[in-house]
């Protein structure tokens, strides 16, 4: 267990001691999550919130105790809050007066009922701690001071579930929400796929048909061009044949001539 106190840079007179089996960051983190829903009206108010409201809070351990039996350690922490001006005696007044003397039998016995009751509470740094002895005129504690405060722990707790259960259906929501819109997105991204992946079959059979008749123009048109130049050459030839015969015929011509 460690003894701890809760100060804050802006008014050195002002401290908070408690105890806890937390770390002492995350202990501080919960009293600022705590004051952040106070003042939202979503949580009771604690002793502790006035050094929060100053803020420059922070939070120093003043003693570790190895045990974890909380009479021990509530002795340890009622002890600094006997020696030292602190937060947790302006808490304490509405329950009875800090004393130094020795408790009668019957009241010690009603101490440690009360602790046990108190113990059973999540918020175990409210002031409820184990109580300093009282004069002989005061040998009881006010009980309906002390069901007031029980009762304001079971309010502090209750307000707190029904934070964390509003919380939740909010992370429920949003965490919907958030599925909702990837499954949105993925749909629209397969819808854009698709779509590009048919302008993709369409060009590509588009390209091959226009290469197919490109390839038709050419085999035809070189087609054509044999045919010509097959006709060329007929023609070619049927003119030397012509030729040859016109000059056979001259050449007879003038031997006959010549006889």
């Known amino acids: 267990m460690k003894i701890y106190s809760v100060r804050t840079h802006n008014d050195k007179s002002l401290i908070y ?3 806890t089996k937390q770390p002492l960051f995350k202990r501080l983190y919960d009293y600022r999550s705590r004051y952040k829903r106070h003042l939202k009206n979503c949580d009771n108010f604690l002793i502790v919130y006035e050094i929060l409201n100053l803020k420059g809070e922070y ?16 002795g340890v922490l009622n002890q600094f809050i006997s020696e030292n001006e602190c937060l947790n005696r302006k808490d304490m007044s509405t ?17 440690e ?6 113990s ?11 109580l300093q002895p009282v ?33 939740r259906l909010e992370k429920e929501q949003l965490e919907k929400e958030r599925l909702e819109k990837e499954q949105q997105e993925k749909k629209q991204q397969e819808k854009e796929q698709q779509e590009k992946e048919q302008l993709e079959k369409e060009r590509l059979e588009k390209e091959k048909l226009e290469k197919e008749r490109l390839y038709k123009e050419q085999q035809k ?14 023609h070619k030839e ?13 050449k007879e011509q003038l031997e006959k001539e010549r006889l």
């Open 59 to 74: 939070i120093v351990l003043e003693k570790e105790i190895d045990t974890d039996n909380k009479d021990i350690v509530k």
């Open 238 to 250: 049927q003119q030397e044949k012509e030729q040859q015969e016109k000059e056979q015929q001259e």
């Open 120 to 130: 059973q509470s999540t918020n175990d740094n409210l002031g409820l701690i184990k």
């Open 221 to 234: 048109k070189e087609q054509l061009e044999k045919e010509q130049l097959e006709k060329d050459r007929i």
């Open 17 to 19: 001691y408690g105890y």
């Open 113 to 118: 009922r009360i602790e046990n009751n108190q």
């Open 95 to 111: 329950i009875t007066e800090i004393k130094h003397d020795i408790l009668p039998k019957n009241n010690i016995e009603e101490n």
């Open 135 to 167: 004069t002989d005129n005061s040998n009881c504690i006010i009980i309906s001071d002390i069901q007031k405060v029980q009762e304001q722990q079971q309010e502090n707790e209750r307000l707190e579930k029904q934070q964390l259960e509003k919380e």
